[in-house]
């Protein structure tokens, strides 16, 4: 040893996975009575804290160390044990290298390590070896218990919204170590409502802002907002389906709070870009404009709504005429808004209370669905396939990529053809409970598009102009051919 005063550096790490209850203070102690004893002078203490020694790049002191090292700053590194400097093979490597370029002293006070020497190596790599044996076993271990779980439909992570953990009971009722999501009332009767109101066509912004109105507390957050009740809502938990690796494998211990149905054509309407947007359009305010037609012989235009005229009294006071609808054409046929809509309401709601509607609109159609849906599954294992074969290098990446946006298309075909085969959401809501209400309630676009769904609509003109009673014949309702009734 010359006259040169070694500079020692400490390095410490602590970590949750490998279940060591050693903290670094503990560490560091050790490591500076080791540094007093050998007459070397700390030069500086690195610490990471949290983090697994396997991912190297979530260690951001240890790799400031090295590059102290290389940088002439540091002559020897402390430490409590090889596993804590690290446990992958070939960083181990780096580390011998490093050790042979820069004369670097590795001490472990779990055994002295002479980097220098061939059996100071041999130990140092025995020592990464069997710590990365460690992990591995310990990782194998969690990833079947996680399996095992998961398979069993034992909940995993937090309970999310909507749902409390709490222990599953034996036969005499006592709590036993296993655990189940059982759903909150509270929670579940909001889940329940959004599910209702999305599918009748309420947009996620309209749900949310009433959530917030109504002072419903947000999970986790001091408010809802649309991309949390997206997620909130999308769940495959919600309808009691349990998820492992990204995929459905079962059902959960716990309850269910919607059907699964339900919860498949939530699915199709939040993640779908283009049911988002209405077809009919959001600017109307009325039931009609656009949708209904001019009756008079050789017109056919297209009528719209307009605010009535104003209409000045004989005393100087003027008043406006309730809005009507008018023929864009033409001009010649007006009816008012309100008497043409009562009428078409009455047709709609008598052709939802029709079982043959509502069985249309429930069931969608289930063979092109379930067609889809093999498809879809077959597709997923070619995917699953060519990954594996890529992994094993039996195809190219080039291969891989040409295959893996092929098979991507054809799954994404098959799974717009999955969703038109499903039911109409917003017609299923309207077409169970009170029918009426629910027409009522509904909101304007979906009332519009269930009306350009199921009728067409014609204002038929009505003789000499003048004063008299609306006359509920000259609005003629009939029912699409798609509904054979
Ligand atoms: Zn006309």
């Not at 430490?79 to 181990?92: H, N």
């Not at 130990?123 to 069993?152: G, H, I, S």
């Not at 269910?256 to 009919?280: C, F, G, V």
């Not at 299923?428 to 009426?436: E, I, K, N, P, R």
């Amino acid at each position: 040893m010359n006259q040169h005063q070694i500079r020692a550096a400490i390095y410490t790490r602590i970590s949750e996975d490998d279940g060591t209850a050693l903290g670094v203070q503990r560490q560091e102690e050790d490591a500076r009575n080791e540094a007093a004893n050998r007459g070397w002078e700390v030069a500086r203490v690195y610490v990471d804290n949290d983090v697994s020694a396997t991912r190297t790049r979530m260690r951001p002191q240890f790799h400031r160390m090295i590059t102290d090292v290389r940088a002439g700053l540091v002559d020897a590194v402390l430490i409590w044990d090889t596993d804590r400097l690290t446990r992958t093979p070939r960083e181990a490597e780096d580390l011998i290298d490093l050790a042979d370029t820069h004369g670097l002293q590795i001490i472990s006070l779990g055994g002295y390590r002479d980097l220098s020497t061939p059996n100071g190596r041999r130990d140092f790599r025995n020592d990464v070896t069997n710590a990365r044996y460690e992990t591995e076993k310990m990782a194998r271990r969690l990833r079947r218990r996680l399996q095992q779980k998961a398979e069993a439909g034992e909940p995993q992570g937090r309970p999310g919204y909507g749902f409390t953990r709490v222990p599953v009971l034996d036969d005499a009722g006592r709590p036993t170590r296993l655990r189940r999501d059982e759903a909150d009332p509270e929670q579940a009767a909001v889940i329940r409502e959004v599910a209702n109101r999305l599918l009748a066509g309420h947009s996620l912004r309209s749900v949310v802002s009433d959530l917030n109105l109504r002072g419903i507390p947000a999970p986790e957050a001091e408010k809802w907002n649309s991309t949390m009740l997206r997620q909130v809502m999308k769940r495959p938990s919600l309808a009691g389906l349990r998820v492992y690796k990204g995929k459905v494998i079962g059902r959960t211990t716990g309850d269910a709070i919607l059907d699964e149905s339900m919860h498949d054509r939530l699915i199709a309407l939040l993640t779908d870009p283009s049911r988002r947007t209405n077809r009919a359009g959001n600017d109307y305010k009325y039931l009609l404009s656009g949708l209904a037609r001019c009756g008079r012989e050789g017109c056919g235009g297209a009528v719209r709504a307009g605010v009535g005229r104003l209409v000045s009294r004989p005393d100087g006071t003027a008043h406006r005429q309730p809005p009507s609808y008018v023929c864009t054409e033409c001009f010649k046929v007006r009816r008012k808004v309100a008497d043409v809509d009562s009428v078409v309401n009455d047709q709609i709601i008598t052709l939802l209370r029709t079982p043959e509607v509502i069985g249309m609109f429930e069931h969608g159609d289930a063979d092109a669905a379930a067609r889809a849906q093999a498809d879809i599954a077959a597709l997923d294992a070619k995917l699953e396939l060519i990954a594996d074969q890529w992994a094993e290098d039996v195809i190219t990446a080039a291969q891989f990529t040409r295959l893996n946006t092929r098979l991507r298309d054809k799954r994404v075909a098959a799974e717009q053809e999955r969703r038109a085969a499903l039911p109409n959401a917003a017609l299923t809501v309207l077409s169970t409970g009170d029918v009426a209400a629910s027409w009522d309630d509904a909101p304007i676009e979906v009332r519009r598009a269930i009306v350009s769904e199921l009728v067409e609509v014609t204002i038929l003109p009505t003789g000499p102009r003048g004063r008299r009673p609306f006359d509920k014949a000259s609005v003629s309702v009939v029912p699409r051919t798609i509904v054979a009734l």
